[in-house]
């Protein structure tokens, strides 16, 4: 994994800037960087943090590691960058580094808060000594400038009985009177989310626990973020312990006079191996959209190393995506921001795929892609639909629509990724008469979406350039395609 050991390591906002600002021009030109996801400019990050639309512009910041392209001991700085568009990002110095006592081992993760003419963002500090985790705050007048506050910080434990040593990942919001701030934590190696409550944002006591578990939750709810959508309740977070799920929500209802969130919908937000941490923000138009870290953890089963870290870089994030509810499941569509980017349009209708005779068609270069693909079940006889994707010779990807099972598998082992994985998850459109996929194809990644955009599968890979080829197969019986489109994407 590539560090930058020709420049000393400094470990201020200074000197994590001029690291990346030195570094961040190489990395930019290499051929596997993205062209439309967000991408950490040098070094390493992970989660999002405070994503957030304030005074006209979207703020991304995110765990970022400057010095090194992996996590190394998890001292991790905030970095930031703005946008206009949730498309075309900006680097902006970064706005938390480490240093104090109480976050000398690492500026966690949390969220940012609207103050109208100020920028507050909460996080969890580590300290080196004891490696406690505590909730802390930093405001700035310009949303690049922060000062944390001299109070920090704000909570030292639970409160409760929950866990000390898993206490992090603060999100705040505001109701009525009331500031509301959550938590993720464990009990007895059981997952849950605290629930606190303040009337200046500074003092907090424990209210209760949003949710517990009894082991469905995992060992420890990560990343948690809480907010009401199409008149219900929806809890994110990412679990510890529970092996294939990476990012789960719950819906439900919500009472502010106990603080307890009943939940009755508990669903996967993306099947893919590369999507965790998500979190949400509201912007001028109303609309909740979601971002999510576009990676893994090394304690994941199909981890084996960061694919792009040799190259001085790795940490990308989703597609934003606009979230909603469709028959109490979580729906996630792209943002409509994305159409703007499209170029060299092309439309197929009524196209019968047969046994053994593949059917080849075109989107963009193949590279940087969007593919909408409507399949009419009822006319087609085939048991498996395979989409090869970025394929040339004997490297591709597959993704399959396997009828008779119901299950939508992605395939990378014919890729030179690290990590050879079979991904599958359930596809409930074979109960349907169209089954309809929207897939966006980037330089390194894939992002799937079907069922009504409540399954989703977002997966990293690693091509050579000249895999460009996209075909549609079936194995026997025939496929009745009513439309295809396809578009480029230029940014």
Not at 364 to 371: K, S, T, V
Request: charged content about 20%.
């Amino acid at each position: 994994m590539k560090s930058y050991a020709s420049l000393q390591r400094i470990f201020t906002i200074s000197g994590a800037d001029m690291c990346v600002k030195q570094n961040m021009g190489e990395i930019a030109n290499h051929f596997l960087r993205q062209k439309y996801h967000f991408e950490v400019p040098c070094g390493w990050c992970n989660d999002p943090n405070g994503f957030l639309y304030w005074n006209g512009s979207y703020h991304l910041f995110y765990q970022h590691n400057p010095f090194a392209a992996d996590p190394e001991d998890f001292k991790m700085f905030w970095g930031h960058a703005v946008s206009n568009d949730l498309v075309h990002w900006e680097y902006v110095k970064p706005a938390l580094a480490p240093g104090l006592t109480y976050d000398n081992a690492g500026c966690w993760s949390g969220n940012a808060i609207d103050l109208g003419d100020r920028l507050g963002v909460f996080y969890t500090g580590i300290n080196s000594k004891n490696k406690n985790q505590v909730q802390c705050y930093a405001e700035s007048s310009d949303g690049i400038n922060f000062t944390k506050d001299f109070e920090n910080p704000l909570l030292k434990e639970t409160l409760c009985s929950a866990s000390n040593e898993d206490f992090r990942d603060p999100q705040v919001w505001r109701h009525g009177d009331y500031w509301y701030l959550i938590a993720g934590s464990a009990e007895n190696d059981y997952g849950c989310v605290l629930l606190y409550r303040s009337t200046d944002c500074r003092h907090w006591s424990f209210m209760n626990k949003l949710v517990e578990s009894f082991g469905e939750l995992g060992s420890v709810c990560e990343c948690p973020n809480f907010f009401e959508l199409d008149g219900r309740y929806v809890l994110l977070f990412s679990p510890h312990g529970l092996k294939q799920r990476k990012s789960v929500y719950l819906i439900g209802d919500f009472n502010y006079d106990s603080g307890k969130f009943f939940w009755d919908t508990y669903g996967e937000i993306d099947w893919g191996t590369d999507f965790y941490a998500p979190q949400t923000l509201v912007d001028a138009h109303g609309r909740r959209i979601m971002i999510a870290w576009a990676n893994s953890w090394d304690w994941m089963p199909w981890f084996e190393k960061y694919d792009t870290s040799c190259f001085g870089y790795s940490g990308a994030m989703s597609l934003p995506r606009e979230l909603s509810l469709y028959r109490n499941q979580l729906q996630s569509r792209p943002i409509r921001e994305l159409e703007r980017y499209r170029v060299d349009p092309k439309y197929w209708e009524n196209i019968t795929v047969n046994s053994n005779e593949p059917f080849y068609y075109q989107a963009g270069d193949g590279i940087c892609a969007e593919i909408k693909v409507a399949i009419n079940l009822t006319s087609t006889t085939a048991d498996e639909i395979e989409f090869r994707l970025r394929s040339n010779r004997d490297k591709y990807l597959s993704l399959v629509c396997n009828l008779k099972k119901g299950e939508l598998i992605f395939d990378r082992s014919r890729s030179d990724s690290a990590s050879k994985i079979v991904r599958c998850c359930p596809l409930r459109s074979v109960m349907d008469s169209i089954l309809y996929l929207h897939i966006y194809l980037d330089t390194s990644s894939i992002e799937v979406f079907t069922d009504h955009y409540c399954t989703n599968q977002s997966n990293n890979f690693i091509m050579p350039t000249t895999c460009r080829n996209l075909s549609i197969a079936v194995q026997s019986g025939f496929c009745q395609i009513e439309k295809l489109e396809t578009w480029g994407i230029n940014i």
